[in-house]
């Protein structure tokens, strides 16, 4: 089935140069970059948009991390799309990506837990909150597109 997500590419991915080597492999993996915008995300936004988190030990430096450049938002479609880009970005701790999921997008973009270069909706559940979170003209798209 045909399905949507929201990718990341967080800072230290568009500060590395990253950005062409990700979306490269994005187009090889089969999926089409849908929408795609370039964000500098504040405080406020990463508070809203990452709220599950708000109250981890590690958030305030997050927000830092998140806030330290811009970052490009995607919404990426295929079938399957969730699960697939998740699995093509790795373990969400980089540095255990480079020996676990050498081939992964963490591995080779990312550092360590934290600055792991790239975000991925987690289920449908997020994606039909995250995506019109940064692309509000697609808020009925999403709603009609589950059961
Ligand atoms: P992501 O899974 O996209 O969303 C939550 C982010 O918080 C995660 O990527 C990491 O960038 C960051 N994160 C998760 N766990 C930790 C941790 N233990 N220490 C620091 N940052 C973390």
């Avoid at 991390?65 to 970052?71: F, K």
């Avoid at 880009?85 to 992964?104: N, V």
């Avoid at 009925?140 to 059961?147: F, L, N, R, S, W």
Wanted: charged share 30%; with cysteine; proline share 4%.
């Amino acid at each position: 089935e045909m399905e949507k997500t929201l990718a990341i590419i967080k800072p230290d991915g568009l500060i590395g140069n990253y950005t062409d080597d990700i979306k490269r492999t994005i187009v090889e993996y089969g999926f089409s970059i849908f929408k795609e915008k370039i964000v500098q995300l504040d405080q406020a936004t990463v508070e809203k948009f990452y709220a599950e988190h708000s109250s981890k030990c590690f958030f305030s430096r997050f927000i830092k991390y998140m806030t330290s450049g811009p970052v490009l938002v995607m919404v990426l479609e295929k079938d399957n799309a969730i699960a697939d880009w998740r699995a093509l970005m790795g373990p969400t701790d980089a540095s255990k990506a480079k020996i676990t999921h050498p081939h992964s997008i963490r591995a080779k973009c990312g550092l360590d837990i934290e600055r792991n270069c790239v975000h991925g909706s987690d289920s449908p559940k997020s994606a039909q909150r995250e995506i019109p979170f940064f692309f509000q003209e697609l808020s009925a798209d999403v709603i009609g597109e589950h059961d």
